[in-house]
């Protein structure tokens, strides 16, 4: 990656941060006034558009954490944005974040008693969904990257992805075996943007078309080809019909060089053949 590429490919991310830093510090300063302005509430409450977005960071996270989340960010969003361009990964941010937050909201508003919350903001809805989706994306699409883990123990970056795939799927199973239909699908839709990306997270797209061009040519091989190969063959079949037809004699050498004494006589494989000839 090239310093222009680079410098190119950060807008989104570098907005991103910026959000991150700025809630962060809004959460520990002022939490209230957070809560007002930036937080999902029940009912939507003090509702204002842009909580659909900042919803994603209202946990509160302490400091060492936040700096774990922002290096996530920071690492994979620049690589995904270089490699995807700065639209099509801000789409695949919107769809991470904006379906999560506009159902919740929903759920929360028209469903009464739902189990979203047991206080005034919706904070059971676990905002790991973006962090989780930028594991995964980056991952698959950099399966031999090795990082490491803690900063010490050397791992490939697909088996963390590996690891929140499961993890996911247990957080998903777990609300559905708990009846809670509502959080379930709320989770699911966290990963909106994985399951719109999969041909290219998970080179689905590149293996189909690798498959689709192989069993064409399995199934319908080229036909000029398939023609020169039948007339060849029928060629090769009116010559071995047409051929001489010889006896053994043919094979056998002149009897004026045959000598029953001679020792290339004796181990010949023809020698039989050639001393019943001369006795006849």
Same mark, same amino acid.
């Given at each position: ?85 700065? &639209?099509? !990964? @801000? ?39 973006? !962090? @989780?989706? @930028? ?78 061009? !192989? ?5 319908? &091989? ?52 050639? @001393? ?5």
């Amino acid at each position: 990656m090239n310093r222009h590429e680079r410098q190119q490919g950060l807008p989104v991310t570098s907005a991103l941060i910026f959000l991150m830093i700025l809630t962060f510090i809004l959460q520990k300063t002022n939490p209230q006034m957070f809560t007002k302005f930036f937080a999902l509430e029940k009912g939507l409450a003090n509702f204002y558009p842009w909580q659909f977005i900042t919803y994603i960071f209202m946990e509160n996270p302490s400091s060492f954490i936040f700096f774990f989340k922002a290096l996530i960010v920071f690492t994979f969003s620049a690589s995904l944005e270089n490699q995807w361009s700065s &639209p099509k !990964f @801000l789409l695949f941010l919107a769809l991470t974040i904006l379906p999560k937050g506009i159902i919740a909201a929903a759920f929360a508003f028209f469903v009464s008693g739902s189990l979203l919350l047991s206080s005034e903001t919706i904070l059971n809805v676990n905002p790991n969904s973006l !962090f @989780l989706s @930028l594991m995964i994306a980056y991952g698959f699409l950099h399966r031999d990257e090795v990082i490491y883990l803690f900063f010490i123990i050397p791992i490939k970056i697909w088996i963390l992805s590996v690891f929140s795939i499961i993890w996911v799927a247990i957080e998903i199973v777990i609300e559905l075996f708990s009846l809670h239909i509502i959080l379930a699908i709320i989770q699911l839709s966290g990963y909106l943007g994985i399951m719109i990306f999969s041909k290219q997270i998970f080179h689905l797209a590149r293996t189909n078309r690798k498959y689709r061009m !192989f069993k064409k040519r399995m199934i319908k &091989p080229d036909k000029t080809a398939l023609e020169e190969t039948q007339k060849v063959l029928e060629e090769i079949i009116e010559t071995t019909k047409n051929a001489p037809k010889t006896s053994y004699e043919s094979q056998l050498c002149d009897p004026i060089d045959f000598d029953e004494q001679d020792s290339y006589c004796i181990h010949c494989d023809n020698f039989k053949r050639c @001393l019943e000839r001369t006795h006849s």
